[in-house]
């Protein structure tokens, strides 16, 4: 048996599956917002740190040019 929270008959039957719903529900609700988390834009040149130094990836780029 599926749940769909669109479904009016699905409500009501118990608590179980009204959480299930409902956590179904939001989840959909928030799908643009979470993915939009998920996966930030970086403005800024991406790095990296070792022995103890951050290098610009852009940088270390133009040194072999």
């Known amino acids: 048996m599926s749940l769909?929270?669109?479904?009016p008959n699905d409500w009501g039957?118990?608590?179980l599956t009204?959480?299930?719903l409902r956590l179904q529900q939001l989840q959909a609700e928030n799908?643009?917002?979470?993915?939009?988390?998920v996966e930030p834009e970086f403005?800024?040149?991406v790095g990296v740190w070792r022995d103890g130094e951050y290098t610009l990836l852009s940088d270390k780029?133009?040194?072999?040019?």
């Open 31 to 37: 799908a643009e917002e979470s993915t939009a988390i």
């Open 61 to 65: 780029a133009n040194e072999s040019t």
């Open 43 to 45: 403005d800024e040149p």
């Open 4 to 7: 769909n929270y669109l479904n």
């Open 18 to 20: 009204d959480n299930a």
């Open 13 to 15: 039957k118990s608590p």
